[in-house]
């Protein structure tokens, strides 16, 4: 099984300041023939259910503020919040759907 | 717009059977182009998911190694829902459980879930 490992486990940045959080899977996401990663990031505020950010990797889900954005191939991952926004606190995972599903520990990201 | 609709108790006696509905609006639980799954979130586990079923031409299912034998995931296409049966359960299956949508954009592969349920919590305890 892929296992996903996300760094930090929290983080603090301040109001407009850059936010990035890294996740790295155990084996690739990336399926060769059409270049496509299998991974996708997910924002969860207390008491919610997770909401869909990006998938393959750094497309953005409809309605989805363009301060978030996906990077990376193969093992290594990454989201970044160019302007950190109030209502950006919360938990952030990764998840590779290239097999049976997989998600990080998750991010905890809070205002400094 | 898809919404997902949880139902079914928040306590469950240890070696008793789990039991979960998720009512599906604005799609069809017998759509060829979305799978239904299951996941659960505790603080040991994390995120973890559980099964799926989906059709295509007939209905298929599978299941996370970590609970197999345990589960089952049913469509009921008369009530265009679905629902999740995790049988002889420890207080290690306590969790929030979440019913959530994949969304079939390339056939034959899988993809992320696009929309969930809005969790229950399961206890499991005497």
């Not at chain 2, 603080?43 to 599978?62: A, H, I, M, Q």
């Not at chain 2, 959530?100 to 206890?123: C, H, I, N, Y």
Request: glycine share 8%; aromatic share 12%.
């Amino acid at each position: 099984d892929i296992v996903m490992t996300q760094f930090p486990d929290s983080l603090a940045v301040s109001l407009g300041e850059r936010a990035t959080i890294n996740c790295k899977s155990s084996q690739s996401v990336l399926y060769s023939s059409d270049n496509k990663n299998f991974l996708a990031w997910y924002q969860q505020k207390p008491g919610q259910p997770p909401k869909l950010l990006i998938y393959w990797a750094s497309t953005r889900e409809s309605g989805v503020p363009d301060r978030f954005s996906g990077s990376g191939s193969g093992t290594d991952f990454t989201l970044t919040i160019s302007s950190l926004q109030p209502e950006d606190v919360a938990v952030y995972y990764c998840q590779q759907y290239y097999t049976p599903p997989a998600f990080g520990q998750g991010t905890r990201l809070e205002i400094k | 717009q898809v919404q997902l609709q949880q139902s079914g108790p928040g306590l469950v006696k240890p070696s008793q059977t789990l039991s979960l509905t998720c009512a599906i609006s604005g799609d069809s639980v017998s759509s060829d182009s979305a799978a239904w799954h299951w996941i659960r979130h505790s603080p040991s586990r994390g995120l973890e998911w559980l099964g799926r079923t989906f059709y295509r031409s007939k209905w298929y299912n599978d299941y996370a190694v970590s609970v197999k034998g345990r589960i089952t995931i049913n469509p009921d296409t008369s009530k265009n829902q679905f629902s999740l049966q995790l049988n002889s359960v420890t207080p290690e299956d306590t969790a929030v459980y979440y019913c959530a949508r994949e969304p079939k954009t390339v056939p034959g592969m899988r993809s992320w879930f696009d929309t969930w349920g809005q969790g229950t919590l399961v206890t499991v305890s005497s």
